[in-house]
């Protein structure tokens, strides 16, 4: 695994999202209300809309705002229609910085 820093952790808070543009890489992290802060790829598997720039996230759920499709916030699971994800990368904090490794996308 190659992690980078990806941002300090006072930039992130639970219930919400949060977008990055790294090395040429959409991410969207979003916290969930009594969870734990998940990095996923910024794009919607339906017709690879752009997550970071047509979604909304309520703590819970998040709706790509292009054609209404819905996943778990906490998993990527498709809620709307079901059978789908959206890809997460692997995220870590270490001290007051989050790193992320973009090679394990999954």
């Known amino acids: 695994m190659a992690f980078q820093t990806l941002c300090k ?9 949060t977008p990055f543009l790294l090395d040429g890489h ?8 009594g969870g734990e802060p998940r990095a996923f790829q910024g794009v919607c598997p339906h017709e690879q809309q752009s997550l ?3 979604s909304d996230f309520n703590g ?4 790509c705002t292009v054609h209404g ?5 906490r998993s990527g699971a498709g809620l ?3 059978g789908c ?6 995220l870590r904090r270490q001290g007051e ?3 992320i490794d973009l090679e394990g996308l999954a």
């Open 9 to 17: 952790a006072r930039y992130l808070g639970e219930g919400e999202s």
């Open 26 to 33: 959409e991410v969207l992290v979003l916290w969930p209300d």
């Open 52 to 54: 970071v720039n047509n």
């Open 60 to 63: 819970r759920i998040l709706v």
């Open 69 to 73: 499709w819905v996943f778990n916030g």
């Open 80 to 82: 709307r229609p079901e």
């Open 85 to 90: 994800r959206i890809k997460s990368y692997p």
């Open 97 to 99: 910085v989050y790193e």
